[in-house]
């Protein structure tokens, strides 16, 4: 299964996190935020659509798993599935209310699935 990441951080300093916990060689593409243009940072669609487009798989078929309501709203207006993930137990009812398909409090939830 290909897994990739988009963040609102730097691309570059997501890809320094994965090489430096040797995790470098599960992620492909790590997308990040555009240089300068705020607009283009998440919750807009188009990083997202970014990765949905390398992974090469239609929008329907990709999840994203995500830790904030601009997560959730950016997978929404993308048209991808989206697990929210609430790693403070205050984000479970937000999570639920901006429409996340599904909620969870630990990654182990997420491990248990694969």
Not at 6 to 29: E, I, M, Q
Not at 38 to 54: F, G, S, T, W
Not at 58 to 69: F, N, Q
């Amino acid at each position: 299964m290909p897994v990739a990441v988009v963040s609102n951080n730097s691309a570059g300093a997501v890809s320094a996190y994965l090489a430096a916990h040797r995790l470098a060689a599960y992620v492909s593409p790590v997308v990040g935020r555009a240089y300068a243009d705020p607009d283009r940072m998440k919750p807009n669609p188009e990083p997202i659509l970014q990765a949905v487009h390398a992974l090469g798989r239609p929008a329907s078929r990709c999840v994203l798993v995500g830790d904030s309501l601009s997560d959730i709203d950016g997978a929404r207006a993308a048209g991808v599935l989206v697990v929210g993930y609430a790693n403070r137990l205050s984000k479970v009812e937000r999570f639920r209310a901006a429409g996340a398909d599904v909620v969870i409090t630990s990654m182990g939830e997420i491990a248990a699935a694969t």
